[in-house]
């Protein structure tokens, strides 16, 4: 069994991730292999229903591409146990604000997991976007990946800290001299 990080530990990926094939087909509902499945939207749009009688909402989970539009799934969230999103290759940073979006505006507060192209150098960042398990690629390390959580003791960024790094050491040294 494949694995996965989720909430900072490694742990068994009891989830299946469907593709399209070559062509781009999808595969039929009576196709998809037994236990939780994470498919892909467009298979999600076309076979709601089906996908949804022929499984409990903890079996199903939906990826998004990059291109995908997350407003297209906020009425299905309490239908979906997991959603993903991909990042087909390193350099395609779309998903980032995919995951933002699913947070911050949709309000999204179930599982929301990368998967593709995922390496140690991206986790700190997905993280701070509200991603909280990542399906690293095949052959990379998951116990260095771990240490990607503790690599910054500290964030610069406005979107993080409201008030500059100057002005924070500032006010420390202020407190310092009035106690």
Known sequence: MASIIKNRAIVNDDWTVVRPAEDGSLPAVN??????????????????????????????????APDSEPADIVGDFDKLALIGVDFPVFR??????????LRERYGYKGELR???????????????????????????????????????????QGAVNSS???????????????A
């Open 31 to 64: 196709e998809l292999p037994a236990g939780k499945v994470l498919v892909p939207l467009a298979l999600w749009q076309a076979e709601r229903d089906s996908l949804a009688a022929s499984r409990s909402a903890a079996e199903i989970g939906v990826w998004l």
């Open 92 to 101: 395609d940073g779309r998903g980032y604000s995919i995951g933002r979006l």
């Open 114 to 156: 990368a998967i593709g192209d995922v390496l140690r150098d991206q986790i700190t960042f997905m993280f701070r976007c509200g991603f909280d398990s990542y399906a690293l690629r095949a052959d990379k390390d998951f116990n260095d990946a771990l240490k990607a959580f503790d690599e910054f003791s500290f964030n610069y």
């Open 164 to 178: 500059p790094l100057f002005r924070r050491r500032e006010a420390g040294e202020l407190a310092k001299a009035s």
